[in-house]
């Protein structure tokens, strides 16, 4: 009897299944579109939880077309950002690495509003209180030398740049529901135009802040990052869904039945064993924007609060379906890097606020 022979089941595309570095992801690509019109492809957001929404069916292909449906809903908590600096990237030999930056005025007058506190007023600026560094401040607000903004940006135009990007910071302080008042910085890109217009757009908007209206629209599908909910140590029959051994088996039934041949000496690293559950970097593709709002025009937050989370008092986004992540994790948005090309419009007849706390 010949052997049997079949591919692999199940994609290798998320291995390892290790625990992500940090809470915050990072995105390592944006997309290339062409356009002349020049505007940023990333935001980021705190998810507050789920709720439900009535809309209606715009689909002319859906057999519910033209009536109500019922959709699971998740928002997110999306504050303004402020533009910090603005990075220019060029190609080597060794690939695409940074050739300058310019950085806005981080004085203590900017940056009001933006962090909770400095570095401890003049004593860190001056490195006099002991144990704090006077190159910082407020955390992660690096302090920058006085440079001349102009002769920084004629500077970064002499190089040949590539690509020219962003450097963006979050604002915790106005989001109530989370523990950290920290500001995130990270990295957002730009598109449209050539890489001198560019680099005039971001000038003009140094150290300016910017909402979510300005990077996304209603109806837009894009891309989220984020780490999902970490579930710790768990056996391989929770973490790959393997088949259970029979009840015959004469040790264990919730493990793999065979680690491997002799031939091979060692146990190979698809062979799908306990480990890590959760806490993974992931990337929702295509997530569909129903709602772009604030809480002063309409309501979004349930009677009680969202559950884990509280209250939504600042600009949020009603995503269709779910997103990595527990309430109060931070999520990133980019522009879909896959796009479908679909678009349609969006109208909601009835958003629920009803309690989520189960009475």
């Given at each position: 009897m010949a052997d049997k022979s079949k591919p692999r089941r199940g994609s290798m595309g998320y291995s390892p299944r290790k625990r992500a570095v940090r809470q915050f992801p990072r995105i390592s690509s944006w997309p290339e579109q062409e356009s002349s019109e020049i505007r940023i492809q990333g935001f980021s957001g705190w998810k507050a939880g789920m709720t439900h929404i009535m809309m209606r069916d715009n689909n002319p292909n859906s057999t519910s077309a033209g009536q109500e449906i019922r959709k699971?809903?998740?928002?997110?908590?999306?504050?303004?950002?402020?533009?910090?600096?603005?990075?220019?990237?060029?190609?080597?030999?060794?690939?695409?690495?940074?050739?300058?930056?310019?950085?806005?005025?981080?004085?203590?007058?900017?940056?009001?509003?933006?962090?909770?506190?400095?570095?401890?007023?003049?004593?860190?600026?001056?490195?006099?209180?002991?144990?704090?560094?006077?190159?910082?401040?407020?955390?992660?607000?690096?302090?920058?030398?006085?440079?001349?903004?102009?002769?920084?940006?004629?500077?970064?135009?002499?190089?040949?740049?590539?690509?020219?990007?962003?450097?963006?910071?979050?604002?915790?302080?106005?989001?109530?529901?989370?523990?950290?008042?920290?500001?995130?910085?990270?990295?957002?890109?730009?598109?449209?135009?050539?890489?001198?217009?560019?680099?005039?757009?971001?000038?003009?908007?140094l150290g300016d802040f910017i909402s979510i209206d300005d990077v996304f629209k209603v109806g837009q599908e894009i891309d989220v990052v984020g780490v999902t909910k970490g579930k710790g140590w768990q056996g391989s029959i929770k973490r790959w869904g393997i088949k259970l051994l029979s009840h015959k088996n004469s040790k264990r039934r919730r493990q793999g039945g065979n680690m491997g041949d002799f031939g091979t000496a060692y146990v190979r690293k698809t062979i799908r064993q306990a480990g890590q559950v959760g806490y993974h970097k992931r990337t929702e593709l295509n997530k569909r924007i129903l709602r772009i709002s604030n809480p002063e025009e309409s309501e979004v937050t349930p009677a009680g609060g969202f559950l884990h989370y509280g209250e939504v008092r600042n600009p949020y986004v009603v995503f269709q379906g779910s997103l990595p992540g527990p309430a109060k994790r931070m999520l990133r948005f980019r522009d879909p890097i896959r796009p479908k090309n679909t678009k349609s419009e969006v109208e909601i007849t009835y958003l629920s606020t009803s309690s989520k706390q189960g009475v």
């Open positions: 699971a809903v998740t928002v997110v908590e999306a504050p303004p950002m402020k533009v910090l600096a603005v990075r220019g990237y060029t190609n080597t030999p060794y690939g695409m690495q940074t050739a300058g930056e310019v950085w806005a005025d981080l004085s203590e007058s900017s940056l009001d509003g933006l962090m909770p506190r400095l570095a401890n007023d003049t004593k860190a600026k001056n490195g006099e209180d002991e144990g704090i560094k006077p190159e910082k401040r407020g955390g992660r607000i690096p302090i920058r030398k006085k440079e001349n903004i102009e002769e920084s940006f004629e500077a970064l135009k002499s190089y040949n740049l590539c690509e020219v990007r962003l450097i963006v910071a979050t604002q915790p302080k106005l989001v109530r529901s989370i523990p950290t008042k920290i500001p995130e910085i990270m990295e957002v890109g730009l598109v449209g135009g050539d890489e001198e217009s560019r680099l005039e757009w971001a000038k003009n908007r």
